[in-house]
């Protein structure tokens, strides 16, 4: 009778951990499922919210452009949490990335300009300026940030004006100007004051790369200029 009683509750052990061993395997299962989804859903919505800036920008840079004689363009644009070494502006090129996604646009004219680095709704300028290219900027108190690079020896010769929707500069703006390998090696980087608006200085260049990415960033006002020089 004893031998029949724990024969029993060893068989009722077994039947309970199976059926706790199956639920927990469902529930991983579920879980995975859920995880997949999330994930798929986010890289979806990503590249959307991403291929949606740079055609837009494209498409307004196109249109000033078109319409010549200092034409501006404003328009409403929805910006994720972008990866900042991985946005920028290079020639007529925009490439926007967050995550794991990334898209690239182009427009008839060169483009410079900045994007900003917090998610959130933005209204965003396009102006045709000096007859050569399209400045890129969004409505803040920093509405643009000017930059001019050129290359000589080992230095990066950098100037910076920081200005607001009006034209006329911003004192004070703090500002971190990096500089990356085209494939996103960090070289180097220094801090600084916009002064009364305008900045100039150098950085050192190691002579192991041909081209790079210029990225000057104001976290003041969450917002980045990056473009590549080559």
């Known amino acids: 009778m004893r031998m029949s009683i724990r024969t029993k509750r ?56 078109a319409t010549g004689g200092g034409s501006e363009s404003a328009f409403p644009l929805v910006f994720p949490a972008l990866n900042i070494t991985g946005s920028y502006f290079c020639g007529s090129y925009i490439r926007a990335a967050t995550g794991s ?60 004006s920081f200005q607001n929707q009006s034209g006329s500069l911003v004192p004070g703006v703090p500002f971190n100007i990096s500089i990356y390998s085209a494939s996103y090696k960090y070289i180097n980087s220094t801090i600084g004051g916009g002064g009364a608006g305008t900045v100039s200085g150098s950085l050192h260049l190691p002579a192991t790369y041909s081209s790079y990415l210029v990225y000057v960033l104001s976290s003041r006002y969450s917002e980045i200029a990056a473009s590549c020089l080559t």
């Open 10 to 65: 060893s068989q009722f052990t077994t039947e309970y951990l199976i059926i706790i061993a199956i639920a927990i395997a469902i529930i991983a299962l579920f879980l995975v499922y859920v995880f997949i989804y999330y994930t798929n859903y986010t890289n979806n919505a990503n590249a959307q919210a991403v291929t949606t800036i740079v055609d837009a920008i494209t498409s307004h840079a196109n249109y000033v452009l």
């Open 101 to 160: 996604t990334s898209a690239v646009a182009a427009a008839t004219a060169n483009m410079v300009g900045l994007l900003p680095t917090k998610p959130g709704n933005y209204l965003v300028y396009a102006k045709y300026q000096n007859g050569s290219f399209v400045e890129i900027g969004i409505e803040s108190a920093l509405a643009y940030i000017n930059y001019s690079y050129s290359v000589s020896g080992s230095k990066l010769y950098y100037n910076l």
